[in-house]
């Protein structure tokens, strides 16, 4: 690698710094001897230095602060740790804590890292763009922070998304750190706490909506296609409305994809394929209750519904195994507030009239249990311990190995804990949460689950989508990230396996996942290489943080 930047300059640009890794003729070329210590260092002692520190530390909060440095100071090293801990680390960088990080945003906040886009700098959209150090920007992850996890508004505060998703590109992908640009459109925030916040850092204004907010969206989409035509967008945690409605405005207008909805689709679906392994029951057999009916819910329960057409049942007998519930309780036909998109999946009238219910104004979840008799249940409600005692142990009554998916997260949303869910079913639930956990017993003997994490997807997804030089993600390409997560799993040959694989192994996963959605690129007509491209592709374009050897470029 060459660089003309020399001294201080070089030390303070964290894509190139590597610290006491320098070795002498470059400390020579780069005028670094007295900027460094005299020590000569690796990648793995630095590794074994940072995470020694990194341990000493008490709270997760303060580990996340200690990585977000870490990554403003040496990508190399803060990928290469990660990498090395994965398991680890997951949690500290994104899930749970970055919820937390994102609501103490402005507290942390030391670099720039990404681009803040105000709604007072909307005409100065194009400008911010078109620095050269944009230049190889080929993937982008890009929020409103209205709907932070399972946590709300948090203004400029959600760019802590953007930039872990974008983190997660790399470490779990592969994906070119320079190729990864964070953006966050700050049109204010309702959070009065945020406004009241004297450190806050946005733009102190209550939220701007309607036509303007839409209006202000267009524009950055529009000079995200004219700067980058073949950029990957990623949509991150807007409002479920908002989430669902860009998606289906840009998709065919630039290549793009909301994780919120269709990655947490192709994970929920995947996990359960997987948990099918152990029960034996066929997916057309299935009778699923999913509560919480939103962006991420409609994604979950329509990716399960093609699947099941797949197998072999007409759309309508698809539509009828699924049981949905929002805040109204169950979506019945002609309901208060069931939207036109919901009605395939509510049901109709005369089919709950004879149901014995508390209330027939208001159905729900244990009369949908005692009723439906479901084999499985997600929860993406964001509302915490709505899976309750009763509904569970309902629902263990009616089935001998009940799927039971809790996927809000933060853990402090989560509908009910993989503990409660494994007591209040004697031990024989198969459990996915969104959010991990503390490992889980029954009677002495562990209670394994799954963390159903995102995580599995997208970084593959992304990594297939610019090998394949998709101009579009189709809903195929979704699908076949799933089929092949699902076709990872170690159930697929011991019953007794884990749900999903090792995260230990998600680099080796997000491989697949990029073949696999490369190829139905390939097959949707929506590639711009063939198979044998596509291959050499993801292997030129899969980053390994280790560092390279400079030599100067300047005069």
Known sequence: MKSKLTGPDLLRDPRLNKGTAFNESERDAFALHGLLPPHLGTLEDQGARRHKWLMSLETPIEKYEFMRDLQDTNETLFYSLITEHVEEMLP???????????????????????????????????????HPRYDNVRCIVVSDGERILGLGDQGAGGMGIPIGKMALYTALGGIRPEWCLPILLDVGTDNEERLAD???????????????????????????????????????????????????????????????????AAVATATLLSAINVTGVSLKDQRIVCLGFGGAGMGI????????????LSKE?????????????????????????????????AEVAGWKVADPKNIGLLDVVKNAKPTVLIGVSGQP???????????????????????SNPVSRCEATPQQVADWTEGRALIGTGSPFPPASYKGRPASFAQTNNSYIFPGLALGILSSRARHVSDAMIK????????LCPTRTDKNGLLLPPLTSIRTVS?????????????????????????????????????????????
């Open 385 to 407: 311990g709505t899976f309750t005692e009763e509904a569970i142990r309902a629902m263990a009554t009616q089935v001998e190995r009940p799927i039971i998916f809790p996927l």
């Open 480 to 487: 076949a990230s799933a089929l092949m997560l699902a076709d």
């Open 301 to 312: 329960s329509k990716l399960i519904w093609s699947a099941m057409c797949d197998a072999g």
């Open 92 to 130: 500290i960088v994104y899930t749970p804590t970055v919820g937390e990080g994102c609501q103490k945003f402005s507290e942390i906040w030391h670099k720039p890292r990404g681009l803040f886009l105000s709604y007072p700098n909307k005409h100065r959209i194009d400008q911010m763009l078109s």
């Open 511 to 555: 491989k697949s996942v990029a073949n696999a959605v490369g190829r139905q690129a390939i097959k949707d007509g929506l590639a711009q290489v063939d198979a044998i491209g596509l291959e050499k592709e993801i292997a030129a374009n899969i980053w390994e943080p280790t560092y390279e050897r400079y030599e100067y470029s300047g005069t």
């Open 198 to 264: 004297p450190l806050y850092i946005g733009w102190r204004n209550k939220r701007v909506r309607g036509a303007d907010y839409e209006e202000f969206v267009n524009t950055f989409v529009n000079a995200v296609k004219r700067r980058w035509p073949n950029v990957l967008l990623q949509w991150e945690d807007f409002a479920g409305g908002n989430a669902a409605k860009f998606l289906d405005r840009y998709r065919n207008l630039l290549c793009t994809f909301n994780d919120d909805i269709q990655g947490t």
């Open 317 to 349: 007998e698809a539509y009828a195994r699924f049981y949905t519930l929002d805040r109204d309780g169950l979506l019945v036909e002609g309901g208060q507030g069931v939207r036109p998109e919901q009605d395939p999946f509510a049901r109709k009238r």
